[in-house]
């Protein structure tokens, strides 16, 4: 996907404005545990981009809203200033915690918080991971203090020294069993967590995308082992992936969290990985291209299909440059401009 010709961002006066202003740019793909509810959804994606009196927030924008209602979660992508994506996302939080229960959720995938997820991303040369990882931490402790009885699990570079990953954090806390038993956990931060607002992962990492890949069966068993086969930790696994097979609309969806990996592509094959900077490190990520390739590869065996492969979101330069381009024109909403702005 790429913007179309007749945005106004496509100018070289605003090619170089926006350059400097992508270099300190953040990301977060909020993830809250609501889509059945689309209305309540986008009133947590406004509450990021206006402040408490109603009025604009300059300098954020949302770029998309992605609902799943098979999942009942949706993940919301805020992109900001670094100096400015905290009290955003801290706003959107709390606007969820007050509109969601999670005593009454339902939905197929697994999900711990009313607030399920919080991860930054650095889109800039001149943000960290480091950075990220503190403004994660600042933000969990202030979420804690302003919502009293939420708690967060750090992960990435928030959880100082040890920097261990998302999935190894939610497999301590028990996020992949089929019943939540909050008694049970310990939060990084704030108070044992309630049965109302669960416990939210909050942290820094490079840039991960969600690539989902359904595949033409209900044959669950065959999901999982398919999920095995391209999880990184298998032998022959993809790196980076990170990944589960759920029922989803009839089928089965291989949904996989796609994370950055250090180097470039050149180790990892034929085909040319995406690649990004972040502190003068390289990081690269598989391609969706080549997830749906081995998918296909590993169900023809078994006369299955694929029936589609979608991408949440944007890969990490798309999210960068249509950022950019949102916030020089002021466009808040953007998740409403979607449509027209990609060809």
Same mark, same amino acid.
């Given at each position: 996907m790429s913007p179309g010709k007749n945005t106004t961002w496509s100018s070289p006066t605003c090619r170089m404005s926006c350059s400097a202003l992508g270099r300190r740019l953040v990301a977060c793909l909020l993830?809250?545990?609501?889509?059945?509810?689309?209305?309540? #959804?986008?009133?947590?994606?406004?509450? &990021?981009?206006?402040? *408490?009196?109603?009025?604009?927030? =300059? @300098?954020?924008?949302?770029?998309?809203?992605?609902?799943?209602s098979d999942y009942n979660r949706s993940v919301i992508t805020v992109v900001a200033n670094i100096e400015l994506i905290?009290?955003? #996302?801290?706003?959107?939080?709390?606007? &969820?915690?007050?509109? *969601?229960?999670?005593?009454?959720? =339902? @939905?197929?995938?697994?999900?711990?918080?009313?607030?399920?997820?919080?991860?930054?991303?650095?889109?800039?040369?001149?943000?960290?991971?480091?950075?990220?990882?503190?403004?994660?931490q600042a933000l969990a402790l202030t979420l804690a203090e302003r919502v009293a009885g939420t708690s967060a699990f750090l992960f990435g570079w928030a959880d100082s020294p040890q920097h261990r990953g998302l999935a190894q954090r939610r497999k301590e806390i028990g996020w992949f069993g089929k019943v939540l038993n909050v008694s049970n956990i310990k939060p990084d931060i704030g108070s044992q967590p309630t049965r109302r607002y669960g416990i939210t992962g909050v942290g820094a990492s490079p840039y991960v995308m969600n690539c989902n890949v359904t595949i033409d069966t209900q044959d669950l068993a065959l999901g999982r082992s398919v999920a095995s086969a391209i999880r990184e930790s298998s032998p022959g696994g993809i790196p980076g992936v990170q990944v589960m097979a759920l029922p989803h609309e009839g089928a089965v969806e291989i949904a996989c969290n796609v994370e950055s990996v250090h180097g470039s592509s050149s180790s990892h094959g034929e085909e040319q990985w995406p690649n990004v900077s972040i502190g003068g490190q390289t990081f690269c990520h598989a391609p969706a291209s080549l997830i749906t390739a081995r998918v296909a590869e590993l169900i023809k065996h078994h006369g299955v299909a694929i029936k589609g492969t979608a991408l949440v979101g944007f890969t990490p330069r798309e999210c960068r440059r249509l950022a950019e381009g949102a916030i020089s024109n002021g466009i808040g909403e953007f998740w409403k401009e979607l449509r027209r702005v990609h060809m």
């Open positions: 993830n809250i545990s609501e889509a059945r509810r689309k209305d309540l #959804v986008e009133t947590v994606a406004r509450s &990021a981009i206006t402040d *408490i009196k109603g009025e604009k927030r =300059e @300098g954020v924008t949302v770029l998309n809203i992605f609902n799943d905290r009290e955003a #996302v801290l706003s959107a939080c709390e606007c &969820a915690c007050s509109l *969601i229960d999670m005593s009454v959720h =339902e @939905g197929i995938h697994p999900c711990m918080g009313a607030v399920d997820l919080v991860p930054l991303y650095p889109l800039g040369e001149d943000v960290g991971l480091q950075d990220c990882g503190e403004e994660a």
